[in-house]
């Protein structure tokens, strides 16, 4: 088997050398899907908390099952845009599917959308990550060898103003808000502080979405 996964009610997944995907309880195969006629394979599998399958392809989409009287039905499937050959899923503690692919590597968060994950020149034959206790992410790949990528003790904040000569005195956070003091009086950002996905891009956008400048 290339990939395994079981759930807490003792259903197991099972990725076969031969690109196919099963279904077991105990000794009993419950369940069979294979991609041969789309001219697929699978090529990984995880269940994640709630017990729903996630199955990965030789394409760029994993499909997603639910168990159902004691067979698999497909719920949907979710594109990876560029990623091909879905190598290895691995879901963390709070609930993202990790994605690993012949090109690169991404995930899928909590409301299963996906984004990308930028390894740089780290973006050839990815295999199989982990998260450890302080939350970096480990790749490995078969012919790069390992990657961490650690997240950043800084958040970068991106504030933008039609007037240019706006001079920005002092920040700080309280409420998961931050607020910038100016020359001109107080910014107030409602983008979520301190979250750990967020970056200058997305900062930015909320910030031009929800800013509110109060006039001295």
């Known amino acids: ?64 099952y639910q168990i159902r009287e004691d067979s698999l039905w497909k719920a949907s499937a979710k594109s990876c845009n560029e990623l091909q050959k879905i190598n290895a899923l691995y879901v963390s503690e709070d609930n993202k599917i990790f994605i690993c692919a012949d090109n690169g590597a991404g995930y899928l968060d909590e409301k299963r959308s996906y984004h990308v994950i930028d390894t740089g020149n780290f973006n050839s034959s990815i295999e199989s990550m982990l998260v450890d206790y302080q939350g970096n992410l480990w ?30 005195n002092t920040v700080t956070m309280w409420n998961g808000n931050y607020y910038i003091g100016t020359d001109s009086g107080i910014a107030v950002s409602y983008a979520a502080a301190g979250s750990s996905s967020a970056n200058s891009d997305h900062i930015q956008k909320l910030d031009s979405d929800s800013m509110e400048l109060v006039n001295k």
Not at 143 to 161: C, D, P, V, W
């Open 1 to 64: 088997a290339d990939s395994i996964s079981a759930d807490a009610d003792g259903n197991v997944a099972v990725v076969t050398e031969a690109g196919e995907l099963y279904l077991v309880r105990g000794s009993e195969i419950l369940a069979k899907q294979s991609l041969k006629k789309e001219g697929k394979s699978y090529h990984s599998c995880a269940f994640d908390a709630s017990g729903i399958l996630y199955a990965g392809t030789s394409g760029n989409s994993i499909e997603v």
């Open 139 to 168: 790749f490995t790949s078969s012919r790069l060898g390992l990657l961490r990528l650690s997240r950043s003790a800084f958040t970068q904040l991106n504030y933008e103003h039609n007037d240019e000569n706006l001079v920005v």
